[in-house]
Structures are given as structure tokens and as C-alpha cells.
Nanobody, 120 residues
Framework: QVQLQESGPGLVKPSQTLSLTCTVS??????????WSWIRQPPGKGLEWIAS???????YYSPSLMSRTSISRDTSKNQFTLQLSSVTPEDTAVYYC????????????WGQGTQVTVSS
């Protein structure tokens, strides 16, 4: 059973860079046909896709966040990381990591989510 676990600071100051890590167990982030993704849900709003990393290492970003977003991976630790720069209070949300199954065309696995608040 694949499990995902987010980690990172719960509070970030405006203009700083948010960095979150997703640790994957029970499966490899280089497994074919999975895209490893970051998704967030601001308070009172729906889910918003942020970025994905393909099994080959190619990255895909939401156009609205692309200029501030970077996704990377550490295959030795089976982790992938999100960096979101120049954060504002509008970036306050629950952040999830998840795996998109290209064959089933659905998110097969989700982390439990981590609350990030942007505030001075």
C-alpha cells in the first residue's frame, strides 16, 4: 500500500518561500505511469492543482502559480518537494501531496494534508 506524508512549516511569513516535502512509502516515485502532485485547498474553497512531477522527472505547473513554483525530487529518499516563493496570505491553505495514476486517470493515493498559514 502506497502512503504519502507531507511535512513542512505550519506558519510562513509573507514574502518568504514555503517549502513542503512529501515522503512516499510502499512505492517508488520513479514508478511508471504515476505523476507526483501537489494540490491545495484554501479555506472555504475547492481543490487547486499546483504542480506535478512525472515519473521521468518532467515537471508540470499551474499557469497561475508557475512563476512562483518549483517541484523537485530526491530519489534516494523517495521524496518530492514543493517550493512556493513570495507567499501572501492568499496562499494559506491545506496542502496535499498525491499521486495521479495515468492509466486509471485518477488520484490513487493522497497524503493527509498539512495546514500552512501565511501570516506575519
Amino acid at each position: 500500500q502506497v502512503q504519502l506524508q507531507e511535512s513542512g512549516p505550519g506558519l510562513v511569513k509573507p514574502s518568504q518561500t514555503l517549502s513542503l516535502t512529501c515522503t512516499v512509502s510502499g512505492g517508488s516515485i520513479t514508478t511508471n505511469y504515476y505523476y507526483w502532485s501537489w494540490i491545495r485547498q484554501p479555506p472555504g474553497k475547492g481543490l487547486e492543482w499546483i504542480a506535478s512531477m512525472g515519473y521521468s522527472g518532467l515537471n508540470y505547473y499551474s499557469p497561475s502559480l508557475m512563476s512562483r513554483t518549483s517541484i523537485s525530487r530526491d530519489t534516494s529518499k523517495n521524496q518530492f518537494t514543493l517550493q512556493l516563493s513570495s507567499v501572501t496570505p492568499e496562499d494559506t491553505a491545506v496542502y496535499y501531496c498525491a499521486s495521479w495514476d495515468l492509466q486509471k486517470r485518477t488520484y490513487s493515493y493522497w497524503g493527509q494534508g498539512t495546514q500552512v498559514t501565511v501570516s506575519s
